[in-house]
C-alpha cells in the first residue's frame, strides 16, 4: 500500500506559471522527500525536509511540510517546459529501515 | 545522471520464466534499494540490501529475492513470471540505513512478461 497520495494526479500549466503540488501521508514520518521522474526513467531527487522542519527551499522549488495535517507541498516556481515530468512525495517513517514509501505522483505538464 | 547503472535496460520474458536483474550502486554507497513500479503508479519497495545482508522487504512474496555483492552491486532475481510482474524495476543506492538520506536511482530495467 502507498503511504502518499499526491493531489492533483494530472496538472497543464504555462511556462512562467507557478505550479504546485500536494501530499498528504497517513502515518508519522521521520522525513519527506520530493522526486521527480520524466518519462518512466530513473527518479531525480529534488528536496528532503525533516519532520522538525517546515519550510525549505531549493533553486525555483520550494517545499512545505504540516506534521499536524500530515500533508507537504512542492512549489515549482517560473515554471518551464523542462520541469514537464511526474513528482513524487516519499516518506520514510519510524521503523523502516531506510526505505521509502512512493505516493502515486502528480503528472505536470508544461506548455510552451 | 547518478552514478547508479542497470541492466538490462529492456527485457522480454515469457510466463514462469525467471529473470535476473542488476545494478551496479554509486560509488561509495553501501545500501541498495530495489522498487517495482507498475505503469501509472509509484515506486513499490521490494527490499533493501546493507552490507551483503536483507535489511528489509516490502509485502512481495519469496520469488523475489537479491543480493547483494561485496562491491554492493546487487541483483534482483524472479522465478515463476507472472503477467504481473510486468514493471519498471528501479534500484536506489545510497549510504547507510535509517537514517535520512539522499537515494539516487538508476534509469531502470522494463520487464515486459509475455
Known amino acids: 500500500s502507498q503511504q502518499g497520495e499526491e493531489d492533483p494526479q494530472a496538472l497543464s500549466i504555462q511556462e512562467g506559471e507557478n505550479a504546485t503540488m500536494n501530499c498528504s501521508y497517513k502515518t508519522s514520518i521521520n522525513n519527506l522527500q520530493w522526486y521527480r521522474q520524466n518519462s518512466g526513467r530513473g527518479l531525480v531527487h529534488l528536496i528532503l525536509?525533516?519532520?522538525?522542519?517546515r519550510e525549505k527551499h531549493s533553486g525555483r522549488l520550494r517545499v512545505t511540510l504540516d506534521t499536524s495535517k500530515k500533508s507537504s507541498s512542492l512549489l515549482i516556481t517560473a515554471s518551464r517546459a523542462a520541469d514537464t515530468a511526474s513528482y513524487f512525495c516519499a516518506t520514510e517513517y519510524g521503523g523502516s529501515q531506510g526505505n521509502l514509501i512512493f505516493g502515486k505522483g502528480t503528472k505536470l505538464s508544461v506548455k510552451p | 545522471e547518478t552514478g547508479v547503472t542497470q541492466s538490462p535496460t529492456h527485457l522480454i520474458k515469457t510466463r514462469g520464466q525467471q529473470v535476473t536483474l542488476r545494478c551496479s550502486s554509486q560509488?561509495?554507497?553501501?545500501?541498495v534499494s530495489w522498487y517495482q513500479q507498475a505503469l501509472g503508479q509509484g515506486p513499490q519497495f521490494i527490499f533493501q540490501y546493507y552490507r551483503e545482508e536483507e535489511n528489509g522487504r516490502g509485502n512481495f512474496p519469496p520469488r523475489f529475492s537479491g543480493l547483494q555483492f561485496p562491491n554492493y552491486s546487487s541483483e534482483l532475481n524472479v522465478n515463476a513470471l507472472e503477467l504481473d510482474d510486468s514493471a519498471l524495476y528501479l534500484c536506489?543506492?545510497?549510504f547507510g540505513t535509517g537514517r535520512a538520506t539522499e537515494a539516487f536511482f538508476g534509469q531502470g530495467t522494463r520487464l515486459t512478461v509475455v
Open positions: 560509488s561509495g554507497h553501501n545500501t
Open positions: 525536509i525533516r519532520s522538525n522542519e
Open positions: 536506489a543506492s545510497s
